[in-house]
């Protein structure tokens, strides 16, 4: 209770900063973004983000799936390499190398912050279908279910809790290096703070920089009701009780 | 109903698991696969639902080979339970009960009735109590119950039994043992039982195979393999105390006195000194007019004063037997009374036999004879 308070705080407060910086209208010879411009960044910027997650979810589920099987699990290490070298790089670096390789744009934004933000969602995909107790695993062979039965009934079933807090990370992760997609005209809120930062005027700065936090915290909210949805009524039982 | 032909086991590491097992298991028949640990047992299991592919020998399930049918055709015939973990926490009882029936195909509402069947015959009840529960909200020896009403799905000719009772507290796992025995006589399934616990391997098996080092060393009766061990090993396994062990193996009502010198509340100690003089005893059972136990008149108490009642000098009981008690609990019970006498009553509290210590040693010193003309595998 009290979190959702400091968040709905938070959350008013960010906003009421972006009402504000709006409401300058003009700082010395440079107009601020009117609320119309605003508003369709605000679009652009969930558009980015969304469109990138979708990639993310829908390369970065299957991957982690293949790497939990027991073929693929020589591939194991080389992911968590992969893993903690991959979110080293920079997202600017990211962006930027899909940028010169796709050309500028929203697609090669998407595309690159679909790569950048799939690490988690693999990470968490993989740990969450082998972290599944083999001895329900070995009942479940035992009783006759066929390998892709045993996947959907009892493995992704029992790793939704694990896969869904990878996708909220990644999500959250988006929506911040999205700002960067702002800078290879991709469009978005990062377009203001870009704008604002060559201007030298952070007032503008503020004007992206506040309502990108907050859609940060709304979606990562938002998952996290989604999340627990998502977590089966007795393994939230079984979580709460502590059990294995 | 179950055939294992030189059955041999090499895991790609090189450990040789099972060696050359050649086992027959009858229908109807429960058999506990007893070992150490390591021993091959839970290999061997494991072997005959292709849980575990088989290196060599030949593994027939009611006539078929194993290998010749579909693996997952083979499962869903053959119950599989394993310890209480094996339940999917994320499925009620309801649906974890139904699992093989839904693989199968099965109707709703036929599994609906299944599933009801089951939780009954398992004594969940009231049955709509468990239904929609899930793992997390039992207890230790309730889960174990559904993973059994599990196995028991499609009701399958086969169970294979992995130490299921193994991560149970021993009160509740001696419970369970009861009841399941009580189960088989109703459904009379093939099992096939895994345990290193010798006691439970007496108490639920018609017959044990002991492992050793993936080797099968002896498979016999429970009171053929307390009589006559094999081997050393076997002599080991079981222990020294195994006559006392076979005492599980018979219950009261096969050696108690049946017919034994009863006393009325109501006659003399005159009398009663006279009934003990006659059948050479030292207390003997007081019974009133129903033929209700009310304790014991002792020599000592009775010598004196001829003409009271039994009545005013019965010494009170304090341990009864039942006909169905197993003899080593019975003994447990003699020795506790200082009489060494053990009454025997029905439900009703009627005297129906009394153990002595004399009967007893009859029973020991048959079972060591048992050693020379060994019983008949069933």
Not at chain 1, 30 to 50: D, G, T
Not at chain 1, 75 to 82: D, E, F, M, T
Not at chain 1, 220 to 229: K, P, R, S
Not at chain 2, 13 to 23: E, F, H, P, Y
Request: aromatic share 4%; net charge positive.
């Amino acid at each position: 209770m009290r979190r959702r308070f400091v968040l709905l705080l938070l959350l008013g407060g960010l906003c009421a900063l972006t009402g504000w910086m709006t409401s300058l209208g003009r700082v010395g010879f440079f107009m601020m973004a009117p609320p119309a411009k605003l508003l369709e960044a605000l679009k652009e910027h969930l558009q980015i983000v969304l469109s990138a997650e979708l990639l993310a979810v829908v390369a970065g589920i299957p991957l982690g799936l293949a790497l939990s099987r027991r073929s693929f699990r020589r591939g194991a290490p080389i992911l968590s390499a992969v893993t903690s070298v991959g979110q080293t790089v920079p997202t600017l670096a990211l962006v930027g190398v899909f940028s010169i390789l796709m050309g500028l744009g929203w697609r090669s934004a998407v595309v690159a912050l679909g790569v950048y933000t799939l690490l988690p969602i693999v990470r968490n995909t993989y740990a969450g279908l082998v972290s599944v107790d083999p001895r329900v695993k070995d009942a479940a062979r035992g009783m006759g279910m066929s390998a892709w039965q045993i996947l959907w009934r009892v493995e992704i079933p029992l790793a939704a809790p694990l896969i869904m807090a990878g996708i909220r990370t990644s999500t959250v992760l988006n929506v911040g290096s999205a700002a960067v997609a702002g800078m290879i005209g991709a469009g978005g809120l990062g377009e203001i703070i870009m704008t604002g930062v060559s201007l030298r005027l952070v007032e503008m700065v503020l004007q992206g920089a506040a309502p990108t936090a907050a859609l940060a915290i709304l979606l990562d909210h938002l998952l996290e009701g989604v999340a627990a949805t998502a977590t089966p009524r007795g393994l939230r039982l079984a979580l709460r009780r502590g059990d294995s | 109903m179950i055939e294992l032909r030189d059955v041999t086991k090499v895991f790609p590491g090189g450990t040789q698991a099972v060696d050359g097992v050649s086992l027959d298991i009858g229908e109807g028949e429960f058999c506990v696969l007893l070992g150490p640990s390591g021993c091959g047992k839970t290999t061997t299991l494991r072997l005959i639902n292709r849980l575990v592919p088989l290196t060599s020998g030949k593994i027939t399930v009611g006539g078929h080979d194993v290998s010749t049918m579909r693996v997952t055709t083979l499962r869903r015939r053959i119950g599989y339970a394993i310890q209480e973990i094996g339940l999917f926490p994320h499925m009620t009882v309801a649906q974890n009960i139904a699992t093989v029936p839904r693989l199968l195909g099965w109707r709703r509402r036929k599994r609906r009735e299944r599933v009801r069947e089951l939780l009954d015959l398992l004594g969940l009840t009231p049955v709509d109590e468990y239904l929609h529960r899930y793992p997390a909200e039992l207890s230790g020896g309730q889960r174990q119950r559904v993973g059994v009403a599990r196995a028991l799905g499609a009701n399958p000719a086969i169970l294979l039994m992995d130490e299921p009772f193994g991560a149970i507290d021993p009160i509740t796992r001696e419970r369970l043992q009861d009841e399941f025995l009580r189960i088989q006589r109703e459904i009379h399934k093939t099992v096939v039982f895994v345990t290193h616990d010798i006691h439970e391997a007496i108490k639920l098996g018609d017959t044990i195979a002991l492992m050793k080092e993936g080797r099968l060393i002896q498979h016999a009766t429970p009171s053929q393999l307390l009589a006559q061990p094999a081997d050393d090993f076997v002599r080991g396994f079981v222990g020294t105390d195994r006559t006392l062990k076979a005492l599980r193996l018979t219950n009261v009502r096969e050696i108690m006195d049946a017919e034994p010198t009863v006393i009325g509340e109501e006659e003399t100690l005159a009398a009663a000194r006279q009934a003990m003089d006659a059948v050479g005893r030292t207390a003997l059972p007081v019974v009133d007019a129903g033929g209700a136990f009310l304790g014991w008149i002792e020599r000592a108490t009775a010598s004196e004063g001829g003409s009271d009642p039994v009545a005013s000098r019965v010494t009170p009981y304090a341990v009864l037997g039942s006909p169905g008690m197993p003899l080593n609990e019975a003994v447990a019970l003699m020795l506790e009374s200082a009489t060494g006498n053990l009454p025997v009553v029905d439900d009703e509290r009627r005297l129906v036999g009394v153990v002595t210590f004399d009967r007893l040693f009859d029973q020991l010193r048959q079972s060591s004879a048992e050693r020379v003309a060994p019983k008949e595998l069933p």
